[in-house]
Nanobody
Framework: QVQLEESGGGSVQAGGSLRLSCAVSGSTFRSMAWFRQAPGKEREGVACSDSLDRASYPDSVKGRFTISRDRTNNVLYLQMNSLKPEDTAMYYC??????????????????WGQGTQVTVSS
């Protein structure tokens, strides 16, 4: 059974850092990503890692967020620095078994975790 489990969320002041983890069990995925969703807003992608570990980010987090993988232990990470109040959201990891490339589109990914809350105060 495929399972994705996020951890590492919490409350932090603006300018602080958090590292999210996504433990994967049941399979090894080619492409993985992090998304977030704030109340009343659509789910948006914040980091993508394709089958060759090439990363991509939207402008809103570029230079502040870093996605990485530990393929040995099957864990996906999101290092978030210089956090802003607008980064407050539920953060989800997402994965696809077969995709070679990675796109920050929610419908692209069939496998999702339950999410971990990140709250950034000013």
């Amino acid at each position: 059974q495929v399972q994705l489990e996020e951890s590492g969320g919490g409350s932090v002041q603006a300018g602080g850092s958090l590292r999210l983890s996504c433990a994967v069990s049941g399979s090894t995925f080619r492409s993985m990503a992090w998304f977030r969703q704030a109340p009343g807003k659509e789910r948006e992608g914040v980091a993508c890692s394709d089958s060759l570990d090439r990363a991509s980010y939207p402008d809103s987090v570029k230079g502040r967020f870093t996605i990485s993988r530990d393929r040995t232990n099957n864990v996906l990470y999101l290092q978030m620095n210089s956090l802003k109040p607008e980064d407050t959201a539920m953060y989800y990891c997402a994965a696809d078994l077969h995709a070679i490339f990675c796109y920050l589109v929610p419908s692209y990914f069939p496998n999702w975790g339950q999410g971990t809350q990140v709250t950034v105060s000013s």
